[in-house]
């Protein structure tokens, strides 16, 4: 089973082991790159399977002052990723869903979970997809690495 935590000084040591392909190095971010963007808007969580951490991401809640799609009552995604060595394992839709459950009782004011993904990384989108989120036909185009789909998922 999976779950979702907010990262604590004890998760550094297995958070500095994770890793992404080259590849979605480039969707993604460095690690500390994805650090200095917490802010007291944008908490970081860890993905976790039997008290290793497998998973991270960060939840922004301004995320519409930055991205005029997101409602005031949107959660924004960002940064999500599942290390490497446990790609290929269903971790990533399945923590998706528990975010979601997460979101709903940590973010009680939020309604949905906002979230874009670069237009050339199918296998994350197909992953969103399967997770219950959705794209809505719409693009966003001031990312550094071209234009992204931007998709939602209700946490009502």
Request: aromatic share 12%.
């Given at each position: 089973?999976?779950?979702?935590?907010?990262?604590?000084?004890?998760?550094?040591?297995?958070?500095?082991?994770?890793?992404v392909t080259?590849?979605?190095?480039?969707?993604?971010?460095?690690?500390?790159?994805?650090?200095?963007?917490?802010?007291?808007?944008?908490?970081?969580?860890?993905?976790?399977?039997?008290?290793?951490?497998?998973?991270?991401?960060?939840?922004?809640?301004?995320?519409?002052?930055?991205?005029?799609f997101c409602?005031?009552?949107?959660?924004?995604?960002?940064?999500?990723?599942?290390?490497?060595?446990?790609?290929?394992?269903?971790?990533?839709?399945?923590?998706?869903?528990?975010?979601?459950?997460?979101?709903?009782?940590?973010?009680?004011?939020?309604?949905?979970?906002?979230?874009?993904?670069?237009?050339?990384?199918?296998?994350?989108?197909?992953?969103?997809?399967?997770?219950?989120?959705?794209?809505?036909?719409?693009?966003?185009?001031?990312?550094?690495?071209?234009?992204?789909?931007?998709?939602?998922?209700?946490?009502?």
């Amino acid at each position: 089973m999976l779950s979702i935590e907010p990262l604590r000084e004890a998760h550094y040591p297995q958070l500095e082991q994770l890793g992404v392909t080259a590849q979605q190095l480039e969707f993604v971010g460095s690690l500390d790159e994805i650090l200095g963007m917490v802010s007291d808007t944008v908490h970081p969580h860890v993905v976790v399977h039997k008290d290793q951490v497998v998973g991270f991401f960060l939840l922004d809640i301004c995320y519409w002052y930055e991205h005029a799609f997101c409602p005031k009552n949107g959660l924004g995604l960002r940064a999500y990723f599942i290390a490497q060595q446990f790609q290929g394992l269903g971790y990533g839709a399945q923590a998706l869903d528990e975010l979601v459950n997460y979101a709903r009782h940590a973010y009680k004011r939020k309604s949905a979970v906002y979230l874009t993904v670069n237009c050339r990384n199918d296998l994350a989108k197909a992953c969103y997809l399967k997770s219950g989120f959705v794209d809505t036909g719409d693009l966003y185009t001031g990312g550094s690495v071209g234009p992204q789909h931007i998709m939602r998922r209700s946490i009502e």
